[in-house]
């Protein structure tokens, strides 16, 4: 838990969210906490992620969804290498 929230905490240090979109950051550290990855993120479009809404309607601004993204990418990079 501790390392997912590090590797997320440079991006949230930067970056202005709010609270449905940290509740959606929040279920993405849940998830990688218990799968080790989040290879496929199509399970994004899911319940629990679109509890407070989907991608498109949380983050209007592109940047912020992909510096998600690049994190979990940066995690899956350091999980299997």
Do not use: C, H
């Not at 991006?11 to 906490?33: A, C, G, K, P, W």
């Not at 992620?49 to 993204?69: C, H, K, P, Y």
């Amino acid at each position: 838990m501790n390392a997912a929230k590090k590797a997320f905490s440079e991006f949230l240090n930067r970056t202005s969210m709010d609270s449905r979109q940290i509740y959606f950051l929040n279920q993405i550290i849940e998830y990688i906490v218990q799968n080790g990855i989040m290879i496929d993120l199509s399970v994004l479009q899911e319940s629990p992620f679109t509890d407070q809404g989907s991608v498109a309607e949380l983050f209007t601004d592109i940047n912020v969804w992909m510096g998600i993204r690049n994190v979990i990418e940066q995690i899956n990079t350091n999980t299997v290498a």
